[in-house]
């Protein structure tokens, strides 16, 4: 197999899952493309814990124990959404992965090996909801891939936006 061959074998749609509603719309619509391009899907959950507060001695979300239980509970939500969805898209291979980390540079680097990154944004409504939020727009300016931003549902339409 040549490298660009191996290369094609392991693109996915990579989708961030955070178990909110914008990460479900993100979620189905991640096992929507994968689907229609033929590819696997990499379903991510990221614990964010502040740095600063793990370098403290003796402060309470420092601890090892807990730090595993948090990415733990990470992963089971991440199974939970992704068994809600995946019925629907029988043909898909999931793969799942819960770190700890910042969202955004953890779905950047794993968008090396993807075809495409499908976050959700949750929107704030009027003119500021016309702004993505943090993550989304980091991933937006940095990712290797072509990203797709899953917005709340439109007021007046009741369905999902993707930008």
């Not at 961030?16 to 719309?25: A, K, N, P, Y």
């Not at 793990?54 to 959404?81: F, H």
Request: without cysteine.
């Amino acid at each position: 197999m040549s490298a660009g061959a191996d290369q094609a074998a392991t693109r996915q749609v990579v989708v961030g899952v955070d178990g909110s509603e914008g990460g479900r719309r993100a979620l189905r619509w991640a096992f929507q493309e994968a689907s229609f391009r033929g590819v696997g899907l990499k379903a991510i959950g990221v614990v964010q814990i502040h740095l600063v507060a793990l370098s403290v001695p003796g402060y309470p979300y420092a601890d090892e124990t807990y730090i595993n239980e948090l990415v733990a509970s990470t992963r089971e939500t991440v199974v939970a959404e992704v068994s809600a969805v995946q019925p629907d898209f029988p043909s898909v291979e999931v793969e799942i992965e819960a770190v700890m980390g910042a969202a955004a540079e953890t779905l950047v680097e794993a968008s090396r090996s993807a075809e495409l990154l499908v976050v959700g944004s949750r929107g704030r409504g009027g003119f500021s909801g016309l702004l993505l939020g943090s993550v989304s727009q980091q991933v937006v300016s940095h990712a290797h891939v072509p990203v797709l931003v899953v917005r709340p549902r439109h007021p007046d339409k009741g369905t999902a936006q993707a930008i």
